[in-house]
């Protein structure tokens, strides 16, 4: 699927808090990709380029972390470099957050800190 219409991937391994922060972004006119894992969120940018943002739990399933994927995603492929990477957690701590965000995470939220619904239009902002 490669079509001009941008979107979001969510990669959240709590799948009724995928869905919830899916429908949140689908209101907005955003399309959403779900994944569950790096491997999976991997297969999503290499066979859909209209990703223009993500958002990132930093414990997922499988053996590989958040802070796994951002290495990858930051690393890698030119166009996946460019897409900003929004941390969304609620168990890191400061050397973590601190980790991701010079690793080259756009921004790190604490879901304590903040309602659902402001991050979600914070991020909105930047889904082009």
Known sequence: MNDTTQS???????APLAGIISKKFDKKGIRTHL????????DVLRSDNSVSAIWLDHYLLGSKSGLDLIVELKS?????????VYVVSNTATDTKQKEYLELGAEKFYTKSNYQ??????EVSKNVH
């Open 8 to 14: 979001i991937l969510i990669i959240e391994d709590e």
């Open 35 to 42: 994944a569950k894992t790096t491997d999976e969120a991997l």
């Open 76 to 84: 890698g492929h030119s166009h996946w470099r460019d897409i900003p």
């Open 116 to 121: 659902l619904k402001e991050i979600v239009d």
